[in-house]
């Protein structure tokens, strides 16, 4: 058994009849309970602290869980130090930023661009998507020109560092089309704690339940560093790099793409908990289809699941070692009790950010 799997027992707030949150069994669980006054929870992949700290502002003001998760992501599409998402994110092999990102709220509606240029904020695009067209994915040059039209201002994302970075690649690869396309990011690149890792290739997923038991979520990412152009990943793909199924949880995905397209990793775990499985029950069970299906060595590949649901009861699990994610609780919740390692918190405005080593299958 793995370091970080030996406890996969799951985490519940609740309050209780004096009105204190305390964490509770995971059977303790019935998401009809939920309406009102919930506690509210968000977790985030990564170490994405800063994000998480600005939805859960919305959150514990009595803020809506889709606008909590859309100004979550904000933060690193922002970043130019993020080197995985948005303004500052790799380029593709000709040097082009190209952003994925989608958005889902708690009634199954959802807006999604793929592969768009030159837009500081690809969620508040997937947002518009949704809310204003009769669409759910827009794609390439048409979502920039929607942008337009919606009021976005075109900006430049290529960031000096950025372009330094992608012309010593491209030296060292000559731009020889077979070997760019072969070539695969490094595992766990998203940690900026591993200096030694140069490039990235992912994501900020976000999922949050908001006190009148609503969920949403929202994904955002540069994708695959010097990727072909015109890949897409499962970032934008509803079901894929993301699904909320607002009467039951949500669930969001990071890692090679490819492989949580092929699993249609987001919605195999909401059925997994359809089915009866804990969140986090249900992401072991996703990452452990993913490492059956895909056609590639599992040990070089990373798919990092989070899920969240109705009750509050959340989970992440990895293929392989180092993912890390956090996770917002409410003041009075306690330390939760999670599967994988705690490995810092931080005191935020009602309430307490975990950083969470996650359990993995291969490491
Ligand atoms: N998971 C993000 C991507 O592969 O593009």
Redo the contacts with the bound molecule.
């Keep these: 058994m793995k370091p970080n799997s030996a406890s996969r027992r799951d985490f519940l707030i609740r309050t209780t009849t004096a009105g204190v949150l305390a964490p509770l069994a995971a059977s303790c669980s019935n998401a009809s309970d939920v309406s009102g006054n919930s506690p509210p929870v968000a977790i985030a992949t990564w170490d994405n602290r800063r994000a998480l700290t600005a939805a859960w502002d919305i959150l514990v003001a009595g803020g809506y869980a889709l606008d909590a998760v859309e100004a979550g992501v904000h933060v690193p599409e922002a970043d130019p130090d993020d080197r995985s998402v948005g303004l500052g994110g790799h380029p593709d092999r000709d040097g082009r930023v190209t952003l994925?990102s989608c958005i889902m709220d708690e009634r199954f509606r959802c807006g999604s661009v793929a592969a768009i240029e030159d837009i500081l904020h690809p969620v508040s695009v997937a947002r518009r998507v949704m809310e204003v067209t009769q669409h759910v994915m827009l794609a390439g040059d048409g979502a920039r020109q929607f942008a337009i039209e919606q009021g976005f201002e075109p900006t430049n994302l290529l960031t000096e560092q950025s372009e330094r970075e992608w012309r010593a690649w491209l030296d060292a690869n000559n731009y020889d089309p077979e070997a760019s396309a072969g070539y695969r990011p490094p595992i766990n690149s998203e940690r900026r704690d591993m200096p030694s890792i140069q490039e990235s290739?992912?994501?900020c997923g976000m999922i949050a339940l908001d006190t009148e038991g609503r969920l949403s979520g929202a994904c955002t990412?540069s994708?695959?560093a010097y990727k072909v152009r015109g890949r897409v990943?499962?970032?934008p793909i509803i079901g894929a790099?993301l699904y909320v199924d607002g009467e039951l949880a949500a669930a969001t995905?990071?890692?090679?793409?490819?492989e949580?397209i092929r699993a249609a990793a987001a919605h195999t775990i909401i059925e997994r908990i359809r089915g009866g499985a804990s969140p986090q029950e249900a992401c072991r069970q996703a990452v452990e289809h993913i490492r059956r299906v895909t056609p590639s060595d599992p040990s070089e590949v990373q798919a990092g699941l989070l899920a969240v649901d109705r009750s509050g009861r959340f989970g992440g699990f990895a293929l392989q070692k180092g993912f890390v994610y956090v996770v917002g609780l409410p003041d009075g919740a306690g330390e939760p009790d999670v599967a994988g390692t705690i490995t810092d918190s931080v005191a935020v405005s009602g309430g307490t950010i975990y950083v969470v080593e996650a359990p993995y299958l291969i490491g």
């Design positions: 994925d290739h992912d994501t990412t994708g695959w990943g499962d970032s790099g995905a990071t890692g090679h793409g490819e949580m």
